[in-house]
C-alpha cells in the first residue's frame, strides 16, 4: 500500500512482521492537547494513502492505548476512493483527562478486502433467508449463555 506523508509525522509500520496492525503516529507538530473524559478529537494524521482496490483501510484502537488511557478510534473506515488526507477521530471513554503528544502511537490500521455485494430488498422473513431455520434463530445478546 503506497502512502504519501504531507506532514511532519514517523512513517506508518507494523511494529512486528507479522503484526495485523499497521501503527499510526500523532504528526510530530501536532499541539499538545488535552483529551476530557466525554470529549473527543480529529487528529489529522499527516499522511495519505492509496488503498489497493476491492479492500478497504480500517483503523482499530491500539490495545495498550484503550485499556491505559481509556482512548478509542471512531470514524474508522477509509475507503477506496478517498484521497484526502487521513484523521484519527479519538475518544476518551475514561475518567481521567489524557494528553496526546505529537510523535505518539495512537491507533493502528488493518486493509482488509471488502466485498461488494448487491443491497436488494426483500418483502419477508421467508424470502430474506429463502425458507431456511437455524438453530439459534433470532437469539441475541446472551441466549447462548455464559458457560
Known sequence: MKILRIRDVKLPARANLTDAGIDL??????????????????IPAGIKVN????????LFNKSGI???????VGACVIDEPYQGEVHINLFNIG?????????????QAICIPVNYVNIEEVTS?????????????DGGFG?????
Do not use: C, M, W
Not at 484503550?66 to 478509542?72: P, R, S
Not at 441466549?143 to 458457560?147: F, Y
Open 25 to 42: 503516529f500523532i504528526p510530530n507538530d501536532y499541539p499538545l492537547t488535552p483529551i476530557r473524559p466525554g470529549e473527543s478529537v480529529l
Open 66 to 72: 484503550a485499556t491505559k488511557k481509556g482512548l478509542v
Open 95 to 107: 475518567s481521567k483527562t489524557q494528553t496526546i503528544i505529537g510523535g505518539d502511537k495512537i491507533t
Open 125 to 137: 422473513v421467508d424470502e430474506l433467508y429463502d425458507g431456511k431455520i437455524t438453530s439459534r434463530g
Open 51 to 58: 488503498v489497493p482496490e476491492n479492500h478497504a483501510l480500517i
Open 143 to 147: 441466549s447462548t449463555g455464559t458457560k
